[in-house]
């Protein structure tokens, strides 16, 4: 039922009103907005000033299907987190003072590693085309490694670059970002080393330059023996669904 009072139009005894130059509801007169449609056409849903032509603030839930004509993509908190894996095989070791890389053939089953030597700072290259979908934001990194020894601690770093069309290929990289790590009490048993989320200075499409090492030369770096490096992880944000 629709009624005409004095100030407010009103459906089944809740107000319509129009003060934002559109149509307001708020179905249970609580100060709560729960739909508008502006003047400019644009409905919103829990939102009093919608930006979209459709805003919701709050869950959605869909039952069927849904059809997207153009890009899916994420902003805020909701950007899902996507992975690479960097793999001792895929690595290029330094021309000069290189990580050993190491075909490993376990007790189960075979595998590669970079051996990282405890009196040298050794190191080894990755590179990639970052996905169109990367966000421009901070990275996460995570090693995967192994020691013999069974005390101290080791020191790694990471250095990279994201290359654009026209820049040189053979560019100086960042400033070291490092993450020092007490090694397990067991021999061979997995560590793993989670760096603080740091700038990458890489934009989407960029062609990366990643390089892992050990700061053996860091006074923190006690640990006797090879670091041995089996993967690395990579997280960053999306902002979009496609790349």
């Known amino acids: 039922m629709c009624q005409i009072g004095q100030a407010d139009v009103q459906l089944n005894g809740r107000p319509i ?8 509801i708020d179905s249970d007169e609580n100060g709560s907005i729960d739909v508008v449609i502006s003047s400019a056409g644009k409905v919103g849903i829990g ?3 919608p930006a979209a032509n459709l805003q919701v603030s709050g869950n959605v839930y869909i039952s069927g299907n849904v059809t997207l004509a153009d890009t899916l993509e994420y902003r805020g908190s909701g950007k899902p987190k996507r992975s690479l894996i960097l793999t001792a095989a ?15 053939a376990g007790t189960n089953h075979t595998f590669y590693a970079l051996d990282f030597d405890a009196n040298n700072d050794e190191s080894a290259y990755w590179h990639w085309i970052q996905p169109d979908s990367y966000d421009s934001g901070d990275i996460e990194v995570t090693l995967f490694w192994t020691s013999a020894s069974t005390s101290n601690a080791t020191v790694w770093a990471v250095q990279t670059k994201g290359i654009a069309l026209g820049e040189a290929v053979d560019d100086t990289l960042s400033v070291a970002q490092t993450a020092t790590a007490t090694v397990q009490a067991s021999a061979n048993t997995l560590n793993i080393t989670s760096f603080s989320a740091f700038a990458s200075g890489w934009n989407a499409g960029d062609y990366i330059i990643f390089k892992i090492y050990r700061d053996a030369d860091n006074a923190a770096d006690t640990m006797a023996g090879d670091a041995r490096l089996i993967k690395a992880k990579i997280e960053y944000a999306a902002k979009q669904e496609s790349d």
Do not use: D, H, K, N
Request: net charge positive.
């Open 17 to 24: 009103s129009s003060s934002t130059g559109g149509i307001r």
């Open 47 to 49: 939102e009093l000033t």
């Open 90 to 104: 895929g690595a290029i070791p330094a021309a000069s003072a290189g990580a050993t890389q190491t075909r490993v």
